[in-house]
């Protein structure tokens, strides 16, 4: 169903004239797009349904968000990928109620996540082997940044315990991908 949803996109999009390589590309992207938002959507709906759709969203936030400039390991399928991502849903909301986690462990998580990202990402992705060193650097500024942008938001104790432990499981998909490729940044 999704797959005819970015066909007609696509063929809404595009003239028929245009490059068939370029189509099936966009094709795949907008199929991913649609993927992603359904995903997205169910995952809210998840937190809406139990009463922690603000938890939720901040979770998904702080994961995702680091996770589109450093990359991480992939599921093999869409339902993969969206178990993963319920997981860290739960396992943050689990350690948001049960875990103490002290000031010092938002500047802590920082420093792990710097470290991690600068010596892996951006990986997991064959369009990330594609970037050339620039836009590698680029992509690990941004990752930084996000990073630095939810552990200042970590300070505040009634997010450190929810947002912490979205940003250790993206580190360790990053982590993850960098033994599956089987290297590291070398031009750091």
């Known amino acids: ?8 996109i696509t063929e809404w999009s595009f003239k028929k004239s245009e490059d068939k390589e370029e189509w099936e590309v966009v094709e795949y992207g907008i199929e991913i797009f649609l993927e992603t938002i359904i995903k997205f959507a169910a995952l809210m709906c998840i937190g809406a349904v139990i009463g922690r759709l603000t938890e939720t969203l901040l979770v998904l936030a702080a994961f995702s968000g680091i996770r589109i400039s450093a990359g991480g390991i992939h599921a093999r399928t869409s339902a993969g990928c969206t ?31 710097a470290f991690i990202i600068i010596r892996y ?30 552990c200042i938001l970590s ?4 997010c450190r315990s929810l947002i912490l ?13 960098a033994v599956k490729e089987g290297k590291r940044n070398v031009e750091i």
């Open 155 to 158: 300070i505040h104790a009634e």
């Open 165 to 177: 432990p979205s940003v250790f499981l993206e580190m360790a998909t990053i982590i993850m991908a």
């Open 121 to 150: 990402s951006p990986n997991g992705s064959q369009s990330n082997e594609l970037l050339d060193k620039e836009e590698k650097i680029n992509k690990r500024k941004w990752a930084l940044l996000t990073v630095l942008f939810f």
């Open 83 to 113: 178990g993963i991502m319920l997981l860290v849903v739960v396992v943050s909301l689990i350690a948001a109620d049960n875990v103490l986690i002290p000031i010092w462990g938002s500047a802590a998580c920082f420093g792990i996540s």
């Open 1 to 8: 169903m999704l797959h005819r949803a970015a066909q007609w």
